[in-house]
C-alpha cells in the first residue's frame, strides 16, 4: 500500500542539493504545483515526484543540474523536442541554469502527462 509522504519530505530533499541546484528545484517545484492543483507531490525512488492516477513527473539532481523528467514521457507530442533519455531512463529536459526553464512548455508538459494517465 502507497502512502502518502509530507512535503517535508521534498523540502529535505531541496534543502541538500547545492545552492545553484536549489534555486532550479524549487522552480520546477513551483510549476509543477501550479500546473495542475490535485497533484500528490510525495519522495519516491529516492527523488520529488508527482502523481495523478499514476505517476506523471519527476525532478531529480543530476551532475549537471537537474533532470525534468516526465514517467510517460515517450507518449508526449513534445514539439520543442525537449526530451531525452539515455540507457533505459525515463525521457526527461535537463536543467542547467534558469535560462533551461520555460514555464508555460513545462505546464503544458505536465497537464498533458496528466492526461495520458486520465485515459
Not at 500528490?40 to 543530476?62: L, T
Not at 502527462?113 to 485515459?119: E, R
Amino acid at each position: 500500500m502507497r502512502t502518502k509522504a509530507t512535503t517535508n519530505q521534498v523540502d529535505e530533499y531541496i534543502e541538500k542539493l547545492s545552492p545553484e541546484k536549489i534555486v532550479l528545484a524549487q522552480e520546477i517545484r513551483r510549476i509543477i504545483n501550479g500546473s495542475v492543483a490535485h497533484l500528490e507531490e510525495c519522495v519516491r525512488w529516492d527523488n520529488p515526484c508527482y502523481f495523478f492516477y499514476g505517476p506523471v513527473c519527476y525532478f531529480a539532481s543530476s551532475r549537471s543540474g537537474i533532470h525534468f523528467g516526465f514517467f510517460r514521457g515517450k507518449e508526449l507530442s513534445d514539439p520543442a523536442r525537449r526530451l531525452v533519455s539515455r540507457n533505459g531512463q525515463p525521457y526527461h529536459i535537463k536543467i542547467r541554469t534558469s535560462e533551461d526553464i520555460d514555464e508555460t512548455y513545462f505546464a503544458e508538459l505536465i497537464r498533458e502527462a496528466v492526461l495520458l494517465n486520465q485515459n
